[in-house]
Each structure stands twice: as structure tokens, then as C-alpha cells.
């Protein structure tokens, strides 16, 4: 069997994690802090627990530059966890904000009811704004996007789901590209769109969006009614710089870029949690009709408990932040945007080599939306024999992890921030060597 040295793994998630951090994870499993107890075993209560806590939210707050007005949750369910907790609370968000505006408006407007009576008014208001207004935008431009879509429909209705593009519609049933912004359908201005959802990078389908959307930017005067951009962004949270005050949810799955599976990461919008955003009753959206969210997976409730509301995995909290501590060593001042270098670095290597031999690969998704974090291509057409003979002599030279998701098939290199440029230089060799031993 190979050494570690010897392989390097490409997986899509569980993906490699420094070995820095795994062999530092491996001393303080069996004593933490000479206490002669391992991490695992130490109360997610203890002021070890607390410290560990603030010290990756402080890293992860330095390396994506995080506003103050912004919180940061440490929870569990992973990126599906996550497809519902945003429909969840940012419904609720909804419903609070045009609940504020209906009693407002009905009170002032009729100073000589009284209390249930403005609140009867409030909420036959609220019925009918449900009914007309509620619509959660989504961009549909991979799997995950499309799962995420298809939990909001199943939550709240597909009535409420507003497809805003299906990139499929315009590549033959594949997720090929992302469409141009003037062939989107967002929901208009002042209609109601609680959110808008995208998944910045698509994991299965190696599509990503190259930068923020432009018609998303938030206007100027920052309206009331002006919808709320969420992202997922699972699988290339670290690798980028981000504006996070264009968003107002960012969450990842910790196991591609951060740390490792149990772990996700929630960057959410103070304005959205109590007290500038109250959570909206039990009682008033079972009246509306609408789902309420179990308590693990409220943003409010996690927020005001520190994230540890239940027993949280401190240890991969603990993982997470000593990734993002090797990194800002590493990196320095240029935080993110030195990792995003490499990592661009990397891509452009691999394509590369996979566009110079176009006659033996072929990239899946076009040019426009080539994910730097995700590189799926076929190799002969396609050819499933031929595949497998790549694979098998890929895994032979130590490059593991590398085939395609079982929706879609083919080769997927998860080029993630793990993966060091000798790692990617080495598959470069390889896919290399391949093509030129298929012409001789």
C-alpha cells in the first residue's frame, strides 16, 4: 500500500486536508492542551471549547475580510441541512418584515381599533401576500442548485418557487453553462421575492460562476423590499476573495475546502437575527400556512446560543480553524486572493494540458463556466473501457479520487486548496503522458 507521500487524493468531498493539520489533529485527539484528555472528550461547554470557537471565527472573519454586521454559525446537516434552513428562516425573515409593515400601516391608518382587531387585519393581510407575493428565486445551473430548488418547492409549495434560469433548458438537458444575465427571469421589483439562491460553484457539473452576478448587486438606496442573495458556497468557500456584504447568507460544507464532514460553516446578515429581525411566532405561520423550522436549524436560535445549542463537534471546528490558520501563515497580507492565485494557477495548468490534447479529452462544461475548484472531462468520447483504463493508471501513479460524480460520470479533478501545485503539476504529467501514449 502507498504511504501518504506518495498519494495524492483529489476527492470531491470528503476531500485531502493538509497533513500539517491532520498530524497536529492526531496528538491533541489523545491529550489537548496537556490536559490528559483528548479533544473529542472535552465538553463543547469548557472554556477550551469557547476558545476554540472564537478562534476560528476570528480566522475565518480575517481571511474573507467579514463585516461586523455580520454573524458567524458553526452547525451540522451540511449543504442539504442548509437547503432547508434558509428556506426556513429567510421566510420568516419575510414574514416579520411585511408583518412589521401591515401592523404599522393598519394602526396608523385606523388609530380607533383595538389590538385584536389590528391583529386579525394583520394577519388576513399577511394571507394574502403569502398567496401573491411569496416567491424564493433560484438559479438553477447544476445538481445542487437543482436539490436545493426542489427543497424549497417541497417546504413551502412550487407555487412560491420561482425559477429564474434552468441552465439545461439551453444545453440539450446538461448542465453545460450559466445563460446570460438579460435571459433571466428574477421576480420583479416589489413583488415579493424573499431570496435568491445560487450555488456558486457546482460540484457534480463543474460549472461556477466566474464573478457575483451584476444584476444582483444591491442598489444604492439598499430597499426594504430588495431581495436577499444566499450561496452556497460548499465547494469553493477560501479559494476567492468575496464581498460578503453583498450576501445575505453564505454558508459551506466544511469537507471540500475548510476541514471535515460534520462541520458547516453560516455566514448570516445580523439584520436578519433578533432584535432587528424577530422570529416570526409558531402560531402565526401555521395560521399562514407556511412550515416552522425545527429548532436546529434556526439561525436565531444558534446565533444567540454561540452554536452550541446542541453538542457540537468541536473537534472539526477545531480542524477548520487550524486550515484557516495554516493559510493566513502561509498567505500573509494577501489573505484569500494568495489562495486564489494558486488556485487559478492550478486550473489553468490542468485545462491546459486537457484543451492541448482535445482529440483524446473533452471538457464537459464550455469555457464561460469552467470551474477552477471542480475540472470535468471524458476521456475518448466518453468511452467507459477507456475510463476506467485512465483511472486505473491514475491510481497507479499515486492520483486518487478522481472519478466522476455516478450521476454524470466521466473524470472529476477536485482541484481544492489541499492540493498542492507539485500534486497538480504531477496529474498534469499524467494526462499528458496518457494522450501521447494513445497516439503512438
Given at each position: 500500500m502507498p504511504s501518504r507521500s506518495e498519494v495524492t487524493y483529489f476527492g470531491p468531498g470528503p476531500a485531502s486536508i493538509p497533513t500539517a493539520v491532520l498530524e497536529a489533529g492526531s496528538k491533541v485527539l489523545l491529550d489537548y492542551e496537556s490536559t490528559g484528555i483528548g479533544l473529542v472528550e472535552h465538553s463543547h461547554r469548557s472554556a477550551y471549547a469557547n476558545k476554540i470557537l472564537a478562534d476560528t471565527k476570528a480566522n475565518l472573519a480575517a481571511?474573507?475580510?467579514?463585516?461586523?454586521?455580520?454573524?458567524?454559525?458553526?452547525?451540522?446537516?451540511?449543504?442539504?441541512?442548509?437547503?432547508?434552513?434558509?428556506?426556513?428562516?429567510?421566510?420568516?425573515?419575510?414574514?416579520?418584515?411585511?408583518?412589521?409593515?401591515?401592523?404599522?400601516?393598519?394602526?396608523?391608518?385606523?388609530?380607533?381599533?383595538?389590538?385584536?382587531?389590528?391583529?386579525?387585519?394583520?394577519?388576513?393581510?399577511?394571507?394574502?401576500?403569502?398567496?401573491?407575493?411569496?416567491?424564493?428565486?433560484?438559479?438553477?445551473?447544476?445538481?445542487?442548485?437543482?436539490?436545493?430548488?426542489?427543497?424549497?418547492?417541497?417546504?413551502?409549495?412550487?407555487?412560491?418557487?420561482?425559477?429564474?434560469?434552468?441552465?439545461?433548458?439551453?444545453?440539450?438537458?446538461?448542465?453545460?453553462?450559466?445563460?446570460?444575465?438579460?435571459?433571466?427571469?428574477?421576480?420583479?421589483?416589489?413583488?415579493?421575492?424573499?431570496?435568491?439562491?445560487?450555488?456558486?460553484?457546482?460540484?457534480?457539473?463543474?460549472?461556477?460562476?466566474?464573478?457575483?452576478?451584476?444584476?444582483?448587486?444591491?442598489?444604492?438606496?439598499?430597499?426594504?423590499?430588495?431581495?436577499?442573495?444566499?450561496?452556497?458556497?460548499?465547494?469553493?468557500?477560501?479559494?476567492?476573495?468575496?464581498?460578503?456584504?453583498?450576501?445575505?447568507?453564505?454558508?459551506?460544507?466544511?469537507?471540500?475546502?475548510?476541514?471535515?464532514?460534520?462541520?458547516?460553516?453560516?455566514?448570516?446578515?445580523?439584520?436578519?437575527?433578533p432584535p432587528s429581525t424577530a422570529t416570526p411566532a409558531p402560531s402565526l405561520l401555521r395560521a399562514l400556512g407556511l412550515p416552522i423550522p425545527p429548532v436546529i436549524l434556526d439561525y436565531a436560535t444558534i446565533a444567540k446560543n454561540n452554536s452550541l445549542y446542541n453538542t457540537l463537534s468541536i473537534f472539526d471546528v477545531w480542524i477548520a480553524g487550524q486550515v484557516m490558520d495554516l493559510q493566513l501563515s502561509t498567505y500573509g497580507d494577501k489573505k484569500v486572493s494568495g489562495m486564489e492565485d494558486v488556485a487559478r494557477k492550478k486550473a489553468d495548468l490542468l485545462y491546459g494540458v486537457l484543451d492541448k490534447y482535445a482529440d483524446v479529452y473533452h471538457v464537459v462544461p464550455h469555457k464561460t463556466a469552467r470551474s477552477r475548484m471542480n475540472i470535468c472531462f471524458r476521456v475518448a468520447g466518453g468511452n467507459a473501457d477507456k475510463e476506467k483504463e485512465w483511472l486505473k493508471g491514475a491510481e497507479e501513479k499515486g492520483l486518487m479520487g478522481l472519478k466522476g460524480h455516478r450521476s454524470v460520470g466521466g473524470i472529476r479533478i477536485s482541484n481544492y486548496n489541499a492540493i498542492t501545485e507539485e500534486g497538480a503539476q504531477k496529474l498534469a504529467g499524467y494526462i499528458e503522458s496518457y494522450a501521447q501514449s494513445r497516439k503512438d
Open positions: 481571511l474573507l475580510e467579514i463585516p461586523d454586521d455580520y454573524d458567524i454559525l458553526f452547525m451540522q446537516g451540511g449543504g442539504s441541512g442548509q437547503f432547508s434552513a434558509v428556506v426556513y428562516n429567510l421566510v420568516g425573515a419575510w414574514v416579520e418584515r411585511r408583518r412589521r409593515k401591515a401592523e404599522k400601516e393598519i394602526s396608523e391608518g385606523n388609530s380607533e381599533l383595538g389590538k385584536e382587531e389590528v391583529e386579525k387585519r394583520v394577519l388576513e393581510r399577511l394571507r394574502n401576500e403569502v398567496k401573491t407575493d411569496l416567491k424564493l428565486d433560484y438559479l438553477i445551473t447544476g445538481s445542487w442548485s437543482l436539490k436545493a430548488s426542489q427543497e424549497a418547492a417541497r417546504l413551502i409549495g412550487p407555487e412560491h418557487v420561482n425559477v429564474v434560469l434552468d441552465a439545461r433548458q439551453s444545453s440539450g438537458g446538461q448542465f453545460l453553462d450559466i445563460p446570460g444575465e438579460e435571459t433571466w427571469k428574477l421576480t420583479g421589483e416589489g413583488k415579493g421575492a424573499a431570496f435568491v439562491y445560487y450555488c456558486d460553484n457546482e460540484t457534480v457539473d463543474g460549472v461556477e460562476f466566474p464573478a457575483f452576478p451584476r444584476c444582483l448587486d444591491p442598489s444604492d438606496e439598499h430597499k426594504q423590499d430588495e431581495p436577499l442573495v444566499v450561496a452556497d458556497m460548499s465547494s469553493n468557500i477560501l479559494s476567492r476573495r468575496v464581498d460578503v456584504r453583498k450576501f445575505a447568507v453564505i454558508f459551506a460544507g466544511a469537507q471540500k475546502n475548510v476541514g471535515s464532514t460534520g462541520l458547516t460553516l453560516v455566514i448570516v446578515r445580523k439584520s436578519l437575527l
